[in-house]
């Protein structure tokens, strides 16, 4: 028997309170009763283990032990440029003492930034092409969960590995290859995570209940999917935030341990400003996101799949017809391209800060962990902080998504034009250890909510059935405009020999990317889907007709 459809005037409150209190079955003879049947509903169990995924995979070793091991290996293997018998250089860092490593094509080596800068963009341009390729497979069978599982993996062991290099820690260029390892299937998992989460989202019990209900008008219907896709971005983002303090918190503690075997990073001894330090914190980095991971690959149902690869189409070539059919489309949509392009500034830039931040806190602090790690406690709970800020926001007061995109852009892009203050000046623009401790709060509660609205954002603009092409899509449009702006910043530091020169660089796309968001019209957008789908509809039932009619039961029924 099948219960009555869902009262339209359900208690508003209900509906966003409980998202397993769904009495009552799906209707399978209407279009929205088998649409919503077509994929299992979500249990509470693969919720949290989805949630509990993000907690390990929070990005912690990718935004701090990795890049100040590298760069600490690369001032440890390096050489004083000024010099023509090219010393080593000194760990003792200062922004006046110059340590280049060698690089192709250039004999008097590069900056240590400029070659975590090139690093940087090696490591998006692979994903670039790896994603062009395979990215759409995403969209058949099982291949999220397969490329998702694949890529934990490899990035887990790639985190793990550089222990071996604890004997001879000058060997960057063995650290170089395990990062760029790393960051590519870190990259990997981010997008096919994310591409996940609307079909996670759309199939909890009440919202399938609610898509299924025909009584239910369209607003009303993307209203509550709207608010438990902004539900379920923001928990999960606030998960990976509370996984970044747990390292955060541990490692803070372990740093401050005192302990007398060198070699030392600075003057403090500490357990902290050793390089084993830094050796076993990465490994336990990735020991943790393993753990955390396996849950999610147990509890999701062997039924969350999408249909299979069509019989023309082959696994190296989908991916590019793919990206080429999803820029076609996109251009349907003109809002969701205005936004592609935005997008493609400010996601640059918050990679581009992230990787600048870390490298002027190392070159402050001369490496002392005793600092940068309750830095980076600080900002996991203001990050925390943040995420629940603005989806109180949304809920108490019906901030809509594009509105706290819009102040979480602005005031990143604020952290850039702070530190073009610092090309000219030394007591200010992100030259003191005080400007650090602000920039920690600052970008800890501003920043890391960008990436739960970013993508809440996106799913708010894609048309339904095709999430994971514009997913794929917007992944390969972050790792292509991450490439170029790394490549540009390099380029620009290795001329001039100073790291700050980039900030100039970062502030451009904020600036561009805040113009361009702010003319999304999320509204007309919704308009605009509604108009093709009925568009759409109207050609299918015509193309209908017209094979009846020249069909020879066609000609019959004429004769008759």
Request: hydrophobic residues 45%; proline residues 6%.
């Amino acid at each position: 028997m099948v219960d009555a459809p869902v009262n339209s005037k359900i208690d508003s409150t209900k509906l966003i309170q409980d998202p397993f209190d769904a009495d009552g079955d799906i209707d399978p003879t209407t279009a929205q009763g088998q649409e919503v049947l077509s994929q299992p509903p979500a249990t509470k169990w693969e919720l949290w283990s989805y949630y509990l995924y993000y907690n390990g995979n929070n990005g912690y070793n990718i935004y701090s032990f990795l890049p100040t091991l590298l760069q600490y290996m690369g001032q440890k293997g390096g050489f004083d440029p000024t010099d023509p018998t090219h010393p080593p250089c000194s760990t003792d860092l200062s922004s006046d003492a110059p340590c280049n490593v060698a690089w192709p094509s250039s004999p008097n080596g590069v900056p240590v930034i400029s070659m975590i800068m090139y690093v940087t963009a090696i490591s998006f341009g692979i994903q670039f092409i790896l994603f062009t390729t395979f990215g759409s497979l995403a969209d058949y069978d099982r291949w999220n969960r397969y490329i998702l599982l694949f890529s934990t993996i490899i990035s887990c062991a790639a985190q793990i590995l550089p222990v071996v290099f604890i004997p001879n820690d000058s060997n960057w260029q063995g650290t170089m290859a395990f990062t760029i390892l790393t960051n590519v299937s870190y990259g990997a998992s981010l997008v096919f995570y994310a591409a996940a989460f609307p079909t996670l989202s759309d199939n909890l019990p009440l919202v399938r209940k609610v898509r299924a209900d025909p009584t239910i008008n369209k607003e009303e219907t993307r209203s509550i999917v709207e608010k438990w896709r902004n539900h379920v971005s923001a928990i999960s983002t606030t998960f990976s935030n509370i996984g970044f303090l747990i390292l955060a918190a541990i490692f803070s503690g372990i740093s401050f341990i005192p302990w007398s075997t060198g070699p030392f990073l600075n003057s403090e001894h500490t357990f902290g400003n050793t390089p084993l330090y830094y050796f076993i914190g990465t490994a336990a980095c990735g020991a943790f996101w393993l753990i955390n991971a396996v849950p999610y690959f147990v509890f999701q149902p062997s039924g969350r799949r999408g249909p299979p690869l069509p019989p023309d189409e082959h696994y190296l070539t989908v991916g590019w017809k793919s990206i080429y059919a999803a820029l076609k489309e996109a251009k349907k949509y003109r809002y969701l391209f205005l936004y592609i392009i935005s997008y493609f500034m400010f996601i640059d830039g918050v990679n581009s800060i992230s990787t600048m931040q870390t490298f002027v806190q190392n070159q402050i602090t001369s490496f002392s962990a005793t600092q940068t790690a309750v830095m980076g406690l600080i900002t996991a709970i203001t990050s925390i902080m943040g995420c629940l800020f603005f989806l109180f926001l949304a809920k108490r007061f019906n901030v809509r998504t594009k509105t706290n995109l819009m102040i979480i852009v602005v005031t990143t892009g604020i952290v850039p034009i702070w530190g073009c203050f610092g090309i000219g000046l030394d007591n200010f623009g992100l030259k003191t250890p005080w400007e650090l401790w602000v920039l920690a709060v600052w970008s800890g509660f501003f920043t890391g909510p960008i990436w739960a609205w970013q993508q809440t954002m996106l799913a708010e603009l894609v048309p339904r059935g095709k999430e994971n092409m514009f997913f794929g899509l917007f992944g390969i449009t972050n790792k292509a405009s991450s490439w170029i702006g790394a490549t540009i910043i390099g380029a620009v530091t290795q001329g001039t020999a100073n790291p700050y020169v980039g900030w100039p660089v970062i502030a451009g796309m904020f600036v561009i990317a805040t113009v361009l968001l702010w003319f999304v019209d999320v509204d007309a957008a919704k308009m605009e889907m509604l108009h093709l789908d009925i568009q759409k509809e109207l050609d299918e039932n015509k193309a209908k007709e017209l094979t009846y009619e020249d069909s020879p039961t066609a000609s019959d029924t004429k004769e008759q």
